[in-house]
């Protein structure tokens, strides 16, 4: 954990034009600042760097990612590879919580399609006119992330009040996405968060996406209702891609979308 943080904390601090060229073979991509995403007019103050991380073939995308610094490719991959069976162990928790298969998530190609997202938060000269990140849940089954140690910014939405989500040493926030929450039927209610900025310290989070593969049909679980304990189909079938491009069009609002 340690490690990994170091890793990415030096790579945001290289010049800009050195990051955007360790990403320019495709696999990873860099958004700065002033390229992030706009949505409802906020304009989100983060460099953001994603990668994929397919359990399935690892090597063949490690080699595509950054190379500086010189130990990225080593401590990323390894990083990765834990907290994937973490995040595994963590969803056969949950099944056997709802009351369906311990290995649902290892079918249909659940949690295929997993991808690392690096948000480096510079220090914001006015924090009342921009946040790091709007309101939001998150478009995965889970998400688990490692939070900076010293630099709080991290807000969950309870009862209509925002409250900080204090950094715990060597402890992950394990959020539950939107995807659960349609396939648990609503019985596990994805957390609505966001990030709030600061004057003086810059501030680094990696989240490791828990995702389906693109063809992965999204639905509640079947398994509950063969026991006659739910009764009634909360949301609509869809493909992952489908909710995707629709999340990512149409951000929050998707939600009114989903329901049947």
Same mark, same amino acid.
């Given at each position: 954990?340690?490690?990994?943080?170091?890793?990415?904390?030096?790579?945001?601090?290289?010049?800009?034009?050195?990051?955007?060229?360790?990403?320019?073979?495709?696999?990873?991509?860099?958004?700065?600042?002033?390229?992030?995403?706009?949505?409802?007019?906020?304009?989100?103050?983060?460099?953001?760097?994603?990668?994929?991380?397919?359990?399935? =073939?690892?090597?063949?995308? @490690?080699?595509?990612?950054?190379?500086?610094?010189? $130990?990225? %490719?080593?401590?990323?991959?390894?990083? +990765?590879?834990?907290?994937?069976?973490?995040?595994?162990?963590?969803?056969?928790?949950?099944?056997?919580?709802?009351?369906?298969?311990?290995?649902?998530?290892?079918?249909?190609?659940?949690?295929?399609?997993?991808?690392?997202?690096?948000?480096?938060?510079?220090?914001?000269?006015?924090?009342?006119?921009?946040?790091?990140?709007?309101?939001?849940?998150?478009?995965?089954?889970?998400?688990?992330?490692?939070?900076?140690?010293?630099?709080?910014?991290?807000?969950?939405?309870?009862?209509?009040?925002?409250?900080?989500?204090?950094?715990?040493?060597?402890?992950?926030?394990?959020?539950?996405?939107?995807?659960?929450?349609?396939? =648990?039927?609503?019985?596990? @209610?994805?957390?609505?968060?966001?990030?709030?900025? $600061?004057? %003086?310290?810059?501030?680094?989070?990696? +989240?490791?996406?828990?995702?389906?593969?693109?063809?992965?049909?999204?639905?509640?679980?079947?398994?509950?209702?063969?026991?006659?304990?739910?009764?009634?189909?909360?949301?609509?079938?869809?493909?992952?891609?489908?909710?995707?491009?629709?999340?990512?069009?149409?951000?929050?609002?998707?939600?009114?979308?989903?329901?049947?």
């Amino acid at each position: 954990m340690d490690d990994v943080m170091k890793v990415f904390k030096e790579f945001h601090s290289m010049p800009s034009k050195e990051k955007l060229n360790e990403c320019s073979n495709g696999s990873c991509k860099l958004y700065t600042s002033g390229e992030n995403h706009k949505r409802d007019a906020v304009h989100y103050w983060k460099d953001t760097l994603t990668h994929p991380c397919p359990p399935s =073939s690892p090597q063949e995308y @490690i080699k595509y990612w950054p190379n500086k610094p010189s $130990n990225y %490719r080593k401590v990323v991959g390894k990083y +990765a590879e834990e907290v994937r069976k973490l995040g595994m162990k963590i969803l056969e928790i949950l099944c056997e919580g709802l009351g369906i298969r311990r290995e649902y998530f290892l079918c249909g190609g659940l949690s295929e399609n997993p991808s690392l997202v690096v948000h480096h938060y510079p220090p914001c000269p006015d924090p009342t006119l921009t946040l790091g990140l709007a309101k939001h849940r998150d478009p995965s089954i889970i998400t688990i992330l490692l939070q900076d140690k010293n630099v709080r910014g991290l807000q969950v939405l309870k009862d209509h009040e925002w409250f900080g989500v204090d950094p715990i040493p060597y402890a992950f926030v394990v959020n539950i996405g939107l995807l659960l929450q349609i396939i =648990s039927n609503g019985r596990l @209610i994805g957390a609505e968060h966001r990030v709030v900025t $600061n004057l %003086r310290n810059a501030r680094t989070s990696v +989240a490791y996406f828990i995702n389906p593969s693109n063809e992965s049909i999204i639905e509640p679980a079947k398994d509950l209702f063969i026991n006659g304990s739910t009764q009634k189909t909360m949301y609509k079938s869809m493909s992952y891609q489908e909710f995707r491009t629709n999340f990512f069009h149409k951000g929050p609002k998707i939600e009114s979308e989903l329901h049947n």
